[in-house]
């Protein structure tokens, strides 16, 4: 299995170990049997089976392939209990460096996340540095794909195989097990199954992670709550529009920023417009509270009837601003993550 993944476009070591490996074998020395800049294969052979491992890299730099294959040796059929290990989530030895890898990575730390996809959706935890006993959950149905995303990044691990349950597992306060189990196989004689499958390492940019129709852009996200993400992802998308036609990421930034100023200046206008209003009424205000200070329902009412008469709504000065609250968020979470 992989224990090491480097992006090196991007100068970034994704903290994943044991990566589209079976459990079972993950102790065992596999002899080295071929080697390419393409391909790498192994092979075990154990007193009753062969194992034979590769590693393939797509004509796309980002796209890993895992094929493992096991044969029955014997002349009897063999229970085969399968557990696969989709990665292991291992910050420890970033913990034995403490410091310095807190000045390098303490400010992205909450963004990191892991997120498993399945027919009932999505299921995200994000803060995925330190782990407690919360963090054990078995989830029994088919997995689609298991992934980890940082600031920047992201790795998705899809089985192209038959997945009955998802276990994930708190190994160590900074070590996470995602082992995907299977329903016990029988292998007969001479026979050989096959466990594949399709591995991203790369940016977590929609666009190429929507050309692999496989939905793995389904792994972006930029706030829990589903509004704030929708318009972020609108932000997103008008921002890289910009920046097709511009070609400049600080013009583009620009650009948007501007046309968010333009679209919400309306409320600005009128929530300023408001507050002004309430600031030239508060010496009546103030008379009010002074006089019906002992009768807090008669110095509702009296304040009520003199907004009524100055038509000024109380709540107008803060609702502008609660709406515009969304895009700032938006805009502040792309200019973070992209």
């Keep these: ?27 065992n020395d596999f002899r ?6 393409n391909e790498i294969r192994y092979s075990l052979n154990t007193n009753s089976l062969r194992v034979n491992k590769k590693y393939k890299l797509d004509s796309n730099e980002y796209i890993v392939h895992s094929e493992v294959s096991i044969k029955n040796n014997t002349k009897s059929p063999i229970n085969f209990s399968s557990k696969s290990t989709a990665f292991v989530v291992d910050f420890k030895e970033a913990y034995n460096n403490k410091e310095e890898w807190a000045k390098k990575h303490g400010h992205d730390q909450s963004l990191y996340e892991y997120v498993t996809y399945s027919r009932s959706g999505i ?28 600031r920047y990044t992201c790795a998705l691990v899809k089985p192209n195989f038959s997945t009955e349950k998802l276990q994930i597992l708190k ?15 029988i292998i007969n004689p001479n026979e050989e199954i096959e466990f594949n499958y399709v591995m991203y390492f790369g940016p977590e940019d929609t666009k190429i992670l929507k050309t692999y129709g496989l939905e793995f852009e389904k792994i972006k996200r930029f706030y829990r709550w589903s509004l704030f993400d929708g318009v972020a992802k609108i932000i997103y998308w008008f921002l890289h529009s910009i920046f097709k036609i511009i ?27 408001s507050m002004k209003k309430m600031q030239d ?56 993550r992209d």
């Design 1 to 27: 299995m992989l224990n090491k993944v480097t992006i090196k476009n991007l100068d970034v070591d994704l903290p994943l170990i044991q990566i589209a490996g079976l459990s079972q074998f993950q102790n």
């Design 32 to 37: 080295l049997d071929s080697l390419d800049n």
């Design 123 to 150: 299921f995200r935890k994000n803060n995925a540095y330190k782990f407690t006993s919360k963090e054990d959950k078995l989830l029994s149905e088919p997995i689609d794909w298991i992934g980890f995303r940082t």
């Design 171 to 185: 190994t160590d306060d900074h070590i996470l097990n995602l082992e995907l189990q299977n329903k016990e196989l």
């Design 247 to 273: 070609g400049s990421w600080g013009v583009s930034i620009i650009l948007i920023a501007a046309i968010i100023y333009l679209v919400t200046y309306p409320l600005t206008i009128k929530s300023m417009s």
């Design 281 to 336: 009424l508060s010496p009546k205000v103030a008379l009010l509270k002074e006089k019906y200070k002992d009768n807090p329902q008669r110095m509702n009412k009296e304040m009520m009837e003199l907004y009524k008469e100055y038509k000024i709504n109380p709540l107008a000065g803060c609702l502008p601003i609660l709406l515009q609250m969304p895009v700032f968020i938006g805009l502040y979470q792309v200019l973070w």
